[in-house]
């Protein structure tokens, strides 16, 4: 028997051991969210039938946890130089990559492991890159979209380039300028937007080409806006006060509904991780609106989300946040479920076209001062401290079926268990953390675990 000062009356060592965790994990849990680490959660082997059991129940995702992330400390912002003109658009890879376009026809690719530009391209339109999109079956290759002026009039303004910069193949079927370019979860189709026309393009066969394989034809005014759902099955296109939701399947696309509620241009979309909810930004009326794609009625309707036309938005993709672009010199993060302001970015800039990292944790943003920036976002949808430390009880209550590493030298035994659990939480995010609550959650539990669970009645 010990005396323990968590507790405050003696108890056995196994429940010091646990009270001793569970006051590191109330001293340290500030300090998680201030470090970029990228170690592994652990199951040990099974050793019996119950663990075995146990242990089945554990999700691959994790067997481990492997999270690429940008290292971006709280309110700073990693920024990327190259263009000689105002961005207009950017897409991110999850090795680090970041694509983008602007006046001028240039389009460079930055590591931001290194701060550098690894591609440029100049003059790949002669007017201006509206739209950029990663190929995921051809390596670093993109999809590049804009408008080339008198020189590249007449629907050459949809281009096809490889890790290298080489031109591939041109699109031609747009007439004029095209103004956005979205590529299928699958990579096997992309969705192209211009005058009246939203073309449908099947990836390359046996000729080595792209097709084209529907015309859309929906819209009466230039589309400004093309987005395909997480799952693949749904498009959305906006245009002049309308939006278009098809149902999508290999190619074919079928009007499913036409959605009406905006007073301005529809410039951005975007769907939610889990398909359920499409969010609009409708450009000069100033508003963000949340629809069900599936019935097409309006869930939410944000009036007045900026003070000026609203030029982009993007769900998160652990679809905890959403992040806005306005032309007031102005971020802003939104809850994804409450759809409550959250935080605010004043800058001395506008943010023509945002986008954010796979690992939800960082916006990148394209910038009329001639910029790209990272900006993190991680503290505005990390889960609170109330779900960490029930996670944490869950994981101490069922403390034979987790394994840890050996602790450093200078470490006992308790905070180097802490710290990798942190480790864990910090860089799996909302997602990992949700996970391992499901896993570890009260149902799965032969009692409710809380703070009192050690608590033994007085002699």
Not at 77 to 103: F, K, T, Y
Request: hydrophobic residues 35%.
């Amino acid at each position: 028997m010990v005396r323990c000062g968590a507790l405050g009356r003696r108890v056995t060592c196994r429940e010091h051991e646990r009270a001793e965790f569970v006051s590191i994990c109330l001293r340290i849990h500030k300090d998680l969210y201030k470090h970029t680490f990228s170690l592994t959660l652990l199951l040990p082997p099974a050793t019996s039938q119950k663990k075995q059991n146990t242990t089945a129940l554990v999700p691959p995702s994790l067997r481990p946890i492997s999270i690429m992330s940008v290292k971006v400390k709280m309110d700073e912002q990693l920024l990327l130089h190259g263009h000689n003109g105002p961005v207009d658009c950017v897409a991110s890879r999850s090795n680090g990559h970041v694509a983008s376009g602007g006046e001028g026809g240039s389009i460079i690719i930055h590591s931001t492991s290194s701060n550098k530009e690894e591609y440029r391209a100049d003059n790949v339109f002669s007017g201006e890159v509206l739209g950029l999109c990663f190929l995921p079956q051809f390596g670093s290759g993109l999809v590049a979209c804009g408008y080339g002026g008198d020189v590249d009039g007449g629907g050459v303004n949809l281009k096809i380039l490889n890790n290298s910069f080489k031109l591939i193949q041109t699109l031609v079927g747009h007439d004029g300028t095209v103004y956005c370019v979205t590529v299928s979860p699958s990579g096997s189709h992309m969705a192209s937007g211009g005058y009246r026309k939203v073309m449908i393009w099947s990836e390359p066969g046996e000729g080595g080409e792209w097709a084209r394989v529907q015309v859309l034809e929906d819209h009466t005014s230039d589309i400004y806006a093309v987005c395909f759902s997480p799952d693949g099955k749904q498009l959305a296109t906006g245009s002049y006060e309308l939006i278009k939701v098809y149902s999508f399947n290999e190619g074919n696309a079928i009007l499913a509904h036409t959605l009406e509620g905006h007073t301005g241009s529809v410039y951005s979309l975007s769907f939610s991780p889990d398909c359920k909810t499409l969010c609009s930004s409708g450009g000069y009326d100033k508003s963000i609106k949340f629809w069900n794609p599936a019935d097409g009625s309006l869930v939410k309707s944000i009036d007045e989300a900026h003070t000026l036309l609203v030029n982009s938005v993007s769900y998160s993709p652990n679809g905890r946040i959403l992040v806005s672009a306005g032309y007031d010199y102005t971020m802003k993060i939104w809850d994804a479920e409450t759809f409550e302001l959250k935080h605010t970015f004043e800058q001395e800039f506008n943010t023509n076209q945002l986008t954010i990292t796979a690992d939800s944790n960082c916006i990148v943003s394209a910038n009329e001062d001639k910029t790209v920036r990272i900006t993190s976002c991680r503290e505005y949808h990390l889960t609170s401290l109330d779900p960490i430390l029930n996670l944490i009880l869950h994981i101490v209550y069922k403390w034979e079926f987790v394994l840890f590493l050996e602790p450093h030298e200078e470490t006992s035994t308790l905070e180097e268990v802490m710290r990798r659990l942190g480790e864990c939480v910090y860089n799996g995010g909302y997602d990992v953390t949700s996970v391992i609550l499901s896993f570890l959650s009260p149902a799965h539990l032969p009692v409710q675990i809380t703070p009192t669970r050690w608590k033994s009645k007085r002699a």
